[in-house]
């Protein structure tokens, strides 16, 4: 069964940072791309990162391209993401997804709130 576990979210100030971390159970991680979504109130996802499934290729989104770097561990079965110089448009759930088949498989994601 495929587990996706999102963690590290919280409440920061702008321009502060965090990481999310993602620990993958229940598949071959090594060998899937992985992404980033995320979903701010109100609204519907929004598509931030995805990395290779060997880490040697990453894309971003417009809107946190300079900010956020994503990251794998495959030894660890776990993707993160850096995100610095937060501001509050980046509030939102944050989810890791994985395509899978014909499937797309999210986690329960980490609430990041970036506020004063």
């Known amino acids: 069964e495929v587990q996706l576990v999102e963690s590290g979210g919280g409440l920061v100030q702008p321009g502060g940072s965090l990481r999310l971390s993602c620990a993958a159970s229940?598949?071959?991680?090594?060998?899937?791309?992985m992404s980033w979504v995320r979903q701010a109130p109100g609204k519907g996802p929004e598509w931030v990162s995805a990395?290779?499934?060997?880490?040697?290729?990453?894309y971003y989104a417009d809107s946190v391209k300079g900010r956020f770097t994503i990251s794998r561990d495959n030894a660890k079965n776990t993707l993160y993401l850096q995100m610095n110089s937060l501001k509050p448009e980046d509030t939102a759930v944050y989810y890791c997804?994985?395509?899978?088949?014909?499937?797309?498989?999210w986690g329960q994601g980490t609430q990041v709130t970036v506020s004063s």
């Open positions: 229940g598949f071959t991680f090594g060998s899937y791309d």
């Open positions: 997804a994985l395509k899978l088949g014909v499937g797309v498989y």
């Open positions: 990395i290779n499934s060997g880490g040697g290729s990453t």
